[in-house]
């Protein structure tokens, strides 16, 4: 018989990324890295990652609660709780929480690449390195993901 996953409210691999948390639910091992899937939970008025470009997956969004702000290019969208988000590789992004409360989004990585970055950006601070755009940068660099002004088509 094929194995599941079940990961309980309190389970899951929990990384602190400054005031952000990331919540690993499937890192891939399950779904032979066709699909990793994170929860982010963004505390009130918090900034997420520089405006990037991913050039090897597909992210997606559901807004469990709260209300998150995504800015795609030039034109931002607020998206409050039950919204979902889906953005394909070359598209700029980024996102943050305008609001006053904490928000929580379900986050979808295809295929699971992108799980590895929180783990690197945890073991980067763990390091005493903080988390400046440029860290940021660097990291993301590892995962074919790019500033939004430095992409082009070929990024590997």
């Known amino acids: 018989m094929t194995e599941i996953s079940v990961i309980p409210a309190a389970g899951g691999e929990t990384i602190q990324l400054g005031p952000v948390q990331m919540r690993i639910l499937e890192d891939g091992r399950t779904t032979g890295h066709r699909l990793g899937v994170g929860e982010i939970t963004l505390p009130a008025h918090a900034d997420g990652p520089p405006q990037h470009r991913h050039a090897r997956h597909d992210e997606g969004f559901y807004v469990v609660s709260g209300t998150a702000r995504f800015t795609v290019a030039d034109t931002s969208y607020d998206a409050p709780a039950g919204t979902f988000v889906m953005i394909p590789p070359g598209a700029p992004h980024t996102f943050a929480n305008p609001a006053g ?11 699971d690449l992108y799980v590895q970055y929180f783990r690197d950006l945890r073991d980067m601070i763990a390091a005493g390195q903080p ?15 790019v500033p939004a002004a430095d992409f082009t088509e070929e990024t590997p």
Request: proline share 12%.
């Open 101 to 111: 409360e904490p928000a929580v989004l379900l986050n979808t990585f295809t295929p």
């Open 131 to 145: 988390m400046t755009p440029d860290n940021v940068v660097a990291v993301m660099s590892r995962y074919a993901t």
